[in-house]
Nanobody, 116 residues
Framework: QVQLRDSGGGLVQPGGSLRLSCEAS????????MRWYRQAPGKERELVER????????YYADSEKGRFTISRDNAKNTVYLQMNSLKPEDTAVYYC?????????WGQGTQVTVSS
């Protein structure tokens, strides 16, 4: 049974940092790409970053490039999203995602709120 458990969100001031974690189980983690999405109130869920099984990364939004870094630890079955220089517009629920054997699996989400 595939499970993804997101954690690490919270309230942070503008300019601050957070590191999100997603612990995976139920599949061969090292063989799959992982993604972070986010969904702000009233908006559609959007892809933030993706990391492939080999650890290569791809940025999807210019607004996050240079501020967010995705990484993975295959020994711990965990993917991370390091977020620096956070802005109020980064406020959203963040979800990790894995496409395993043609099916999309999602974490439960972790709330990130950037506010003074």
């Amino acid at each position: 049974q595939v499970q993804l458990r997101d954690s690490g969100g919270g309230l942070v001031q503008p300019g601050g940092s957070l590191r999100l974690s997603c612990e995976a189980s139920g599949f061969t983690f090292s063989g799959y790409a992982m993604r972070w999405y986010r969904q702000a109130p009233g908006k559609e869920r959007e892809l933030v970053e993706r990391i492939n099984a080999a650890g290569g990364t791809k940025y999807y939004a210019d607004s996050e490039k240079g501020r967010f870094t995705i990484s993975r630890d295959n020994a711990k079955n965990t993917v991370y999203l390091q977020m620096n220089s956070l802005k109020p517009e980064d406020t959203a629920v963040y979800y990790c995602n894995a496409l395993v054997v043609g099916y999309n699996y999602w974490g439960q989400g972790t709330q990130v709120t950037v506010s003074s």
